[in-house]
């Protein structure tokens, strides 16, 4: 057990990443007992290195193997698991006549595939204790229409068919399982479309509220999801998303 005087208990799948550290820190200022973990490289090494008070673990999404060692680690040390967030995904846009097979299946394996195997991992200690939350990310593209959005769409599309099928198996257990879909948010995986400011206007009208999200706001509402006062909600995806996905964005000149 941790020497911190903690009441709950996250690990966090992409913990170095723009949302993901977000999270890490509102939940540990909160007193959560904070963990996760990441593919190794330079920037995963600097992160870890500035962040010696959060548990974290070597571990690449797509190996089962060390994903699932990574959270029976976190659970072992700190005595169970109360939530896990799984925010890793990817951008990826691409008209259908141009995707290749094996960009089709990277995508599916970064964004649902990583999902699976983090989810079956994860599920192993809350159906132990009879309790815990997940919460995954799925995107405005898999709710409306958007052009060249059709691989990311697919997969994101089967994160919340996921997540509620999660939510009905494990309900009887007291496990809940919901998902954020959010609009574009500024963060290291996004620069490809917030750097060049001709892209970022054209991103930003497109969300009704005129801009583009941040990883803090989309934070706070995974923060929202596994705290106790959403304890009566599950099997539901939310959106997050400046409006994009449910109004239609006034012409601005």
């Known amino acids: 057990m941790s020497d911190r005087a903690h009441d709950k208990r996250v690990f966090i799948g992409g913990i170095g990443g723009g949302i993901g550290s977000a999270l890490a820190n509102r939940l540990s200022s909160e007193k959560w007992t904070v963990g996760g973990f990441g593919r190794p490289s330079e920037k995963w090494t ?54 290749s097979d094996a960009e089709w299946a990277e995508v599916l394996a ?43 769409a697919a997969a994101k599309g089967g994160i919340e068919g996921l997540t509620r099928s999660i939510a009905a198996t494990y309900a009887p257990l007291g496990i809940r399982a919901n998902a954020i879909a959010p609009g574009l948010v500024e963060t290291p995986a996004t620069t490809a479309l917030t750097a060049n400011e001709a892209a970022r206007k054209v991103s930003e ?31 539901q995806v939310l959106g997050m998303d400046g409006g994009m996905g449910a109004l239609v964005a006034r012409p601005r000149a």
Do not use: C
Not at 129 to 142: D, I, R
Not at 217 to 228: D, H, Q, R, T, Y
């Open 205 to 235: 009208r497109m969300h009704p509220l005129g801009r583009i999200g941040t990883p803090e706001e989309i934070a706070s509402l995974a923060a929202w999801l596994v705290s106790g006062d959403s304890a009566w909600m599950t099997g």
């Open 46 to 99: 600097a992160f870890r290195e500035a962040h010696p008070d959060y548990d974290l673990h070597d571990a690449g999404a797509g190996d089962a193997g060390a994903v699932g060692a990574a959270v029976d680690a976190f659970a072992a040390a700190h005595g169970g698991l109360d939530a896990y967030v799984h925010a890793i995904d990817s951008v990826f846009l691409k008209p259908l006549h141009m995707l």
């Open 110 to 152: 970064v964004n649902l595939g990583s999902a699976f195997i983090a989810a079956r991992a994860a599920i192993q200690p809350m159906r132990r204790q009879k309790g815990g939350s997940l919460v995954f990310f799925s995107s405005v593209a898999a709710g409306a229409g958007i052009a060249n959005h059709e691989a990311i």
